[in-house]
């Protein structure tokens, strides 16, 4: 099983999008809300999948954090909710939303999403309702028990590599080189550039 793949984003197609893994690429469909922060082809990506094996072939769907993929995985287990409508509630209204409408079961948020009528919707509060809590409970747990995140540092020396042209994983890469070759934001610039044009 795919349960997580980090590479470069090839292309976007929809919802679809096309990561290079280990020289492989792989499709996996995404929710809209996800789509809006991958970034530009180029870009390097880290993608938490959900992989489906049907009949008629395998599927890798793709999340950035895993409650968005443990709430698909809960949707799916609601009778007449497959991928598309699992999807398209996380994509279209977002994970808290939904996790939130099912809690206070407010089935005309649900229903606001596109595949959802107003009995789907009610199936699904009834069906998640008490599984929903103790989500809600773990994900409480686990972000007062998780250690706080670092500020994020801007890299002056890859923000100037792409600056003048070249991608993200290419920048970082020569930056990475540099670094070890030489000091000085100036020589380690000028080294990766040397080792860009080889």
């Given amino acids: 099983m795919i349960g997580r793949l980090r590479g470069e984003l090839l292309e976007v ?10 020289g492989v690429g792989y499709e996996v469909t995404v929710p809209e809300a996800v789509l809006v922060k991958l970034g530009s082809p180029g870009e390097r990506v880290d993608l938490i999948i959900r992989q489906i094996f049907r009949e008629d072939g395998v599927s890798l769907y793709g999340f950035l954090e895993s409650f968005q993929r443990r709430l698909f995985d809960l949707l799916l ?19 808290d939303t939904v996790a939130s409408a099912i809690l206070s079961q407010d089935a005309r948020v649900l229903a606001r999403a596109t595949g959802v009528g107003a009995r789907l919707a ?35 020396l890859v923000d100037a590599l792409m600056g003048l042209g070249y991608r993200r994983i290419e920048a970082e890469g020569a930056a990475e080189a540099a670094r070890d070759a030489v000091e000085g934001l100036a020589d380690q610039l000028k080294f990766a550039l040397d080792y860009l044009r080889k």
């Fill in 122 to 156: 009610e199936r699904i509060i009834l069906e998640l309702k008490d599984k929903m809590q103790e989500e809600t409970l773990h994900r409480k747990l686990f972000a007062a028990t998780a250690p706080k995140k670092a500020p994020v540092v801007t890299d002056e």
């Fill in 13 to 22: 197609e929809g919802t679809m999008v096309v990561v290079d893994a280990g």
């Fill in 77 to 95: 287990s609601v009778k007449g909710c497959g991928p598309k409508v699992g999807l398209a509630l996380i994509g279209q209204l977002g994970e």
